[in-house]
């Protein structure tokens, strides 16, 4: 008889980055499964692990200090006894020098591989990647536009190595970038090495929904909160405004869509417990081998966050005008259709959580 997951329950999974926004649901998600979880943390953090001693018994969820993320051997000791790992943190410093972010990041999921490969008791391992490493939503018309498992955002790498690329663009291609070489330097590991375990990534796009500790700064989800303040300057964040004129044509159209004129920003967004969810899935499903995971739930824009947000606090007039005139991303991601299905079979959800349902979670207790 097939057991129902790849990991029996009580199995003891390793997630990196565990204090983070995402990381954080992907912990409190195993635990409810009635998984243990070590988390790496780069300085300790009491806090965290009283909220999951709390929620869960002690003796569910411990910490390790991990100081150097790409230190194979603090890596493999980390590892110790783990059936599965999930690799989730990564360099969010949104430098503007390629040197500084890319190549560390790149090396560093090798070496988490490597450290997987030597404990022997690691099944599973899976990638936190990104939207980014895939496709970058565009400010342009993107009907037409068709995203499956052999995308990858060439563009954000030639923009980030690119000296001709503005300063204000260039902390958003360098993290798209090190996304995009980070999940291909890791399937090309996986190809060269052929290690005992399976990997699976997932790409989200961008996170909204529940921010489990006041600790934890949330992430985008923190970006979205700042519009109940009266603070418009994520509008020009995500994704910047100013675009590299210096790119190749497809280039540019990959990060402007055919418009040359770049208007307002389009993104798709999910729900953070939906991409927790996905990553549970990607270690523990039997049918999830090899893949990546699409987390797209739907294409929204900062006028749908707008609106949102005045439906949900009405009493809240600072929240700004959003951008004119924005577009919906209109690309068809072709493989969300299958993360929805096994959200839907794996959790018995009923499809992907709706924005208002995720912004309400996002700002619940601020008034
Ligand atoms: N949020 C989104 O919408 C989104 C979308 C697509 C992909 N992702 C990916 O999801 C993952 C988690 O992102 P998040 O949004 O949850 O961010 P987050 O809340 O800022 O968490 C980031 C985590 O990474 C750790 N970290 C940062 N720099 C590090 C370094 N140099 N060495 C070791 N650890 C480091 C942080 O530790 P400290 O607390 O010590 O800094 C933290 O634990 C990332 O891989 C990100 O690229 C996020």
Redesign the pocket.
Known sequence: MTTPYVLPVNTLVLV?????????HTVDQLLKKGFKVRG????P?PWLNAFFDEKYGEGRFETVT?K??GDVQELENAMQGVGGVIH??????FSSDPHAVIP?VTD?VRKVLEAASRTKTAQRVVL?????AAYMSSRGSTKGVRVDGSSWNEASIEAAWDPMTPEDAKPFAV?SAS?TECEKAAWAWMRDNQPHFEFNTV?????TGRILHPE??????GYVRTLLKGDPSVFDRLPPRKIPFSLSLSSLLSLCGNSLICRSPAEWY?D?ED?ARLHVIALLSHDVKSRRLF?FAASKNWTDYVQTLRKLRPNKDLIPEPPANERHDEADIVLAHQSETLLKDFFGRQGWTPLDESLAAGIEGLD
């Open positions: 990196t980055g565990a204090n983070g926004f995402i990381a954080s790496t943390v780069r300085a953090k991990v150097n993320i989730m943190a990564t360099d969010l410093t560390w560093a936190t990647s990104s939207s980014r993290y996304k790409l989200p796009d961008f996170n934890i700064a949330g992430s985008t989800m999910v953070v991409t987390a």
